[in-house]
């Protein structure tokens, strides 16, 4: 997307006239609006009782609307919007990465990390994902790194994954998060993050009597591939260990750096999957062994249901799941064509507004609706972290789970979190509800329509409970009678007693509906 002269004009007028005044955070702020409005004068709303289709595969695709973006998709057109957001590199990310790029450690090599202390590395990993979620027009692809993540998991606290995580979400996971399966798993298979967090540098024959450590080699096949039911066998495991063995972390002089040991390695002959990979094949087993899970068909079966799950329906329907695995398999998992025939399934339409929100994806859509402004500091993170989803910091190698039941638990700290960001008392982060009220249409002139603030949120017009609960809120507020029919006109007055800006809409943030997507 194009960026207006203007813009840039005004944006270089703001420079020169902030940087005296405010600290660098502002002057990013005052950049990034300078160069697009986050707010624009007119944002188009639904106009319909359910859930507007393109509101819809923005709800699901990106981490929530922002102001604008339902009538970009609109003038844009689905195939078009698809078609640019699988291919990020052609979207002017200028104002995302005004945010984003303030964090020297994510651009360093692993070992350089090592440097830092743990908690500069926590910090910087997490504030860059939630920022990158709430403000890259990349969001497609950052959907898919937010996927990828949880399907190669990597708990950071263990030994010095901290110390290379970083590295690794750059060379494996951005890299490769919308292109060949296959290329993705045999980068992260020697990466030094999951090398150390699955104890790959620890898999090593010295002596003919050692035994494979076969840790890495389980979850490669029942995490990262063919699933817990793909039909391989504890003697594939032990197989797969074997040919996985050598691959070592430098910990002293070049610490970080991944390299092959030949005589730590298991060189004799092999019988993976029923292939049989021959002897003295050194570190080009563990190619042919990402090959075999990667093509083999129930790891399409497994990466379909997966992504299915996440973009459809907690239970994933079968013939959709089937046809993604078709087109995985012959597209030799190609990820953008998975993405293709999935969004234009009728299944994905049909189960719009089914799926809960995951914590991460909850405020990230809560600060993209609003149009907040945010550098994502601690009291911001310290929400995620209460609600049980701090970036790369889940225990297990199975990742963050996918579906709703797991964060029901979560709801108290959702409706604490819409209270304190819509009145503004999370610290650095700071939303103008009027300003999004007056471009809504919900504020205009001397009257004011909630109906319109709901469609906002939700993507329709809000249904009969909604409607008698919002109600019932406003008369409280305002001091009137409750009124039975929503839809009359407040005076501006009555409206700001009912707060549109720290009432009113936190009451729309917490609701059941737009915990959904």
């Not at 500069?120 to 993540?149: G, I, N, P, T």
């Not at 990597?154 to 292109?179: P, T």
């Amino acid at each position: 997307m194009k960026v207006a002269r203007r813009r840039i004009l005004q944006a270089s007028g703001i420079i020169a006239g902030a940087l005296p005044l405010v600290g660098c955070e502002g002057v990013i702020s005052n950049v990034a609006d300078g160069l697009e409005n986050p707010i624009p004068d007119e944002t188009l709303v639904s106009s319909n009782k359910q859930i507007d289709q393109d509101f819809h595969l923005l709800s699901r695709a990106t981490f929530g609307p922002r102001p604008g973006d339902l009538a970009y998709l609109k003038e844009t057109g689905k195939a078009a919007w698809l078609k640019e957001q699988l291919h990020p590199e052609s979207i002017d990310d200028r104002v995302g990465n005004l945010r984003s790029r303030r964090f020297e450690t994510l651009e360093l090599e692993a070992g350089d990390c090592c440097e830092f202390k743990r908690e500069v590395l926590r910090r910087d990993l997490c504030r860059h994902a939630l920022l990158k979620a709430v403000y890259s027009k990349r969001q497609l692809f950052e959907v898919m790194v937010s996927f990828w993540s949880d399907h190669l998991n990597i708990n950071i606290e263990k030994g010095d994954c901290m110390y290379y995580k970083a590295a690794g979400d750059r060379l494996v996971i951005r890299k490769h998060a919308l292109g060949k399966f296959q290329d993705l798993i045999r980068a992260s298979a020697t990466s030094p993050a999951m090398l150390v967090y699955l104890d790959g540098d620890q898999n090593k024959k010295e002596k003919p009597e050692d035994i494979p450590n076969e840790n890495y080699a389980r979850e490669l096949l029942e995490l990262h591939t063919m699933g817990v039911h793909g039909g391989y066998t504890q003697h594939d495991v032990f197989e797969v260990a074997r040919c996985l063995t050598g691959w070592r972390v430098h910990d002293k002089f070049q610490r970080g750096g991944v390299f092959f040991e030949p005589k730590w390695h298991d060189d004799g002959e092999k019988k993976v999957l029923g292939h049989v990979i021959s002897a003295h094949g050194g570190q080009s087993d563990i190619d042919k062994v990402v090959e075999l899970a990667c093509r083999h068909p129930a790891t399409a079966q497994h990466i379909a249901t997966k992504l299915v799950r996440h973009f459809v329906a907690d239970k994933p329907p079968s013939k959709l799941v089937t046809s993604v695995a078709k087109t995985f398999s012959h597209t030799d998992g190609d990820i953008k064509e998975c993405l293709i025939a999935l969004f234009n399934s009728k299944e994905f339409d049909d189960y719009r507004g089914s799926k809960i929100k995951r914590p991460f994806q909850f405020i990230a859509s809560a600060l993209r609706a609003t149009a907040a402004d945010t550098h994502a500091h601690d009291p911001l993170i310290d929400y995620l972290t209460k609600m049980g989803q701090a970036p790369f910091q889940y225990p297990t190698p199975d990742g963050y789970p996918d579906r709703g039941e797991a964060w029901v638990a979560t709801l108290l700290w959702r409706w604490n979190f819409a209270l304190a960001l819509i009145g503004n008392d999370v610290p650095s982060v700071k939303v103008s509800i009027e300003k999004l009220a007056r471009s809504t249409g919900a504020l205009k002139g001397e009257t004011a329509d909630p109906n319109k603030l709901m469609a906002h949120f939700l993507g329709r017009l809000p249904n009969e409970n909604e409607k008698r609960a919002l109600n019932i809120y406003v008369a409280q507020k305002s001091g009137k009678q409750q009124s039975q029919n929503l839809s009359q006109k407040l005076s501006q007055t009555t409206l700001a007693k009912a707060r549109t800006d720290s009432g009113l809409v936190s009451v729309m943030l917490a609701s059941p509906a737009f915990q959904r997507c």
